[in-house]
T-cell receptor, first 114, second 113 residues
Framework: KAGVTQTPRYLIKTRGQQVTLSCSPI?????VSWYQQTPGQGLQFLFE???????NKGNFPGRFSGRQFSNSRSEMNVSTLELGDSALYLC?????????????FGPGTRLTVT | QKEVEQDPGPLSVPEGAIVSLNCTYS??????FMWYRQYSRKGPELLMY????GNKEDGRFTAQVDKSSKYISLFIRDSQPSDSATYLC?????????????FGGGTRLMVKP
């Protein structure tokens, strides 16, 4: 079974631009979560989508948004990029419907904001 | 203070040693506990998943959870140079709360041949 895939793998953007990242979960997984990983803050939860609805949201500004499609694929968008948004953005999928289940991560998208 | 604390290391051990990695947490709602391994510039790989207190063994890896002490551990037996990576503990709360994980900061492990 294919794992979680993320595209693109690397991105370089300029301050003020916006960016869209894509995630395809493991087949059959309907829960998709997004995390930001930085050297200073570690791995931080951004949001979770389940059946096209945002189920949980972390403590990030409104510039960070996401959505999920009917095939469970998900996108996240960051608008008005800041230097501090440079990070590895990770997507994880889970088979668990109610929560507390195992989560499997993709390889990440490394975003550099200049 | 962070909800999940983890010694950042680095932890350096000789090949064949038993490695002990630990996390402490403050949120008593956490019930599901995971350990991930992350190689440089890769995504985290799920190693162990446990629910509530107790032990779980999988090959060279043993995960322990002590909810009364809010303390979890990962033991690696017969450590290999290929085990050199950052190890992250992660936790989530009760069922029906969704799949939101709270991570420790990670411990960098180096296994020397």
């Amino acid at each position: 079974k294919a794992g979680v895939t993320q595209t693109p793998r690397y991105l370089i953007k300029t301050r003020g631009q916006q960016v869209t990242l894509s995630c395809s979960p493991i087949s059959g997984h309907r829960s998709v979560s997004w995390y930001q990983q930085t050297p200073g803050q570690g791995l931080q939860f951004l949001f979770e989508y389940f059946s096209e609805t945002q189920r949980n949201k972390g403590n990030f500004p409104g510039r960070f948004s996401g959505r999920q499609f009917s095939n469970s694929r998900s996108e996240m968008n960051v608008s008005t990029l800041e230097l501090g948004d440079s990070a590895l953005y990770l997507c994880a999928s889970s088979l668990s419907v109610t929560g507390g289940g195992e989560q499997y991560f993709g390889p990440g998208t490394r975003l550099t904001v200049t | 203070q962070k909800e999940v604390e983890q010694d950042p290391g680095p932890l350096s051990v000789p090949e064949g040693a038993i490695v002990s990695l630990n996390c402490t947490y403050s949120n008593s709602a956490f019930q599901y506990f995971m350990w991930y391994r992350q190689y440089s510039r890769k995504g985290p790989e799920l190693l162990m998943y446990t629910y509530s207190s107790g032990n779980k063994e999988d090959g060279r890896f043993t995960a322990q959870v002590d909810k009364s002490s809010k303390y979890i551990s990962l033991f690696i037996r017969d450590s290999q140079p290929s085990d050199s990576a950052t190890y992250l503990c992660a936790m989530s709360a009760r069922r029906n709360a969704g799949n939101m994980l709270t991570f420790g900061g990670g411990t960098r492990l180096m296994v020397k041949p």
